[in-house]
Structure formats: structure tokens, C-alpha cells
């Protein structure tokens, strides 16, 4: 029971972190890694879903942002809308292969306003997540960094 509750710590941990929600994950992932809570690919899984999921609520916001009903709540003046889409323009996709980094809700945020597609966004925020939260397990094992 007890570890139910802690994959399900980890996973809400996780999705809100990847939200505009400050919140960091990767000291409950640590936690319950050193804690052998659970295996290591079951909570790279489990926080690697929350936190994907988590930016999907963040691209949804972005999607959002520019319509009438989101003016209200997510004030965007034109100018800063065209500056981030020349950025997006330039950097474009891959951009959110740094969706994990400080700052990445932005840019996951901003390939809502951009439009892109679902399944691309998707693809590259499941790799980067997945990857970071695997780089994270191999420092807290001592076998990395």
C-alpha cells in the first residue's frame, strides 16, 4: 500500500513540475530511488508519464493562449507573441528536446501557440523526459556524474 501511495507521489510530483506550477520532481524521484522503492525503469516510467503529461497541460495553455477567453488570464501583447515566434522559427522543434531544462515550460508552452503537431510535440518531450529522468537514476545510483 505504502508504495502505491509513493509511485502516486512520484507521478502527481512529476506532472506538476513539468506545469507552470514551481515544483521539482527529482527529489521524490531520488527518494524513492534510494529508497529502492520500487525498480529504477518502474520509476523512470511512472514520473517520465506524469511529467509528459504535465507539459501537455502546459501546451494546452499555450494553445490557448491569443483567444478571447485566455486574454484575461495570460495577458500576451502582440510584440511578445511575434519576438517568440521568430524564436520558434529559428530554433523550431527541437527546441523541446530541452523541454526538461529551466525554462522548458516556455517552450512547451509556446509549441501550443505555434500549433504544432500533437504527436510530434509528443515524440520529442517523451524522449527528452524520459531521457533526463534516466540520466537523473544513473547519478543517483553513483553510476553516472
Known sequence: ???GASLFGL???AFLAATPIPFQSEVVFLALLANKSAGVLVLILIASVGNVLGSCVTYAVGRGIGGQRSARWFPVRPEQLARAEVWFQKWGLWALLLSW???GDLIVALSGVM???IWRFLALVSLAK???YGVVALIGL???G
Do not use: E, K, N, Q
Open 142 to 144: 553513483g553510476i553516472w
Open 11 to 13: 507521478f502527481v510530483a
Open 115 to 117: 500549433r504544432v503537431s
Open 101 to 103: 531544462a529551466p525554462g
Open 130 to 132: 524520459t531521457l533526463r
Open 1 to 3: 500500500m505504502m508504495v
